[in-house]
């Protein structure tokens, strides 16, 4: 009878184990996966290493960045898997939370609780949601569909994170960079932009 209590306890502190590592588990892909279904996010987490990202925690966040892929043509998987490919160590260092595609998909890279290196400033990754779009040509201009995810994928992190407009920025504001060229070539269009990014509300989440 004591051995069959015996076990019934290492039996339930076993399972408590289990429960636990469970909790956690869900814990942290929670991070990744509660996207409204409208904005389509495939979740493709990049390889963590010295290259990509560190696993850094993130601090508050104070911005949304936004680059262009400088590579014309370019499919968001295609950059994805560039990202993931430098975990190998060629000398560069370099990842973003999120690609918006030419057909306007989005892929998500890093999880949204690290710092992803994107903006040229570690100061500002730490506190920064980061997002590369493709582009058609070299001018850098993004297309309907590109826009169209941008705009949602942005909303909606604005709300999630209570951010306005003005915290809404290129990487041009942070270092100087051209990028992405087009809005820091036409300043007027990406201040129209950043005035068409209306928070989602609740639907969907
Ligand atoms: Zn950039």
Not at 32 to 55: A, C, H, R, W
Not at 85 to 98: P, R, W
Not at 99 to 118: F, K, N, R, T
Request: hydrophobic share 40%; with cysteine.
């Amino acid at each position: 009878m004591i051995t069959l209590v015996i076990i019934a306890a290492v039996v339930a502190a076993v399972l408590a184990v289990v429960a636990v590592k469970v909790s956690i588990d869900s814990k942290n892909a929670g991070a990744t996966t509660d996207f409204p279904k409208e904005l389509n996010v495939q979740t493709m987490i990049i390889k963590q290493s010295d290259f990509t990202y560190d696993g850094e925690k993130l601090g508050e966040i104070q911005n949304v960045v936004v680059h262009y892929t400088a590579n014309p043509g370019s499919s968001a998987v295609a950059n994805r898997n560039y990202f993931n490919s430098l975990a190998d160590g060629h000398g560069v260092s370099a990842s973003a939370h999120f690609i918006i595609g030419l057909d306007g998909e989005i892929i998500q890279c890093v999880p949204l609780d690290c710092v992803s290196w994107a903006n040229g400033k570690m100061e500002s990754n730490r506190h920064s949601i980061t997002i590369e779009c493709c582009h058609p040509d070299d001018s850098g201009k993004f297309n309907e569909k590109t826009l169209s995810s941008l705009r949602a994928l942005v909303g909606w992190l604005c709300e999630k994170y209570s951010l306005t407009s003005d915290d809404v920025i290129r990487h041009y504001d942070v270092t100087g960079k051209d990028c992405p060229r087009y809005f820091v070539a036409h300043p007027d269009e990406w201040q129209a932009f950043k005035d068409s990014v209306n928070p989602l509300t609740s639907q969907g989440k």
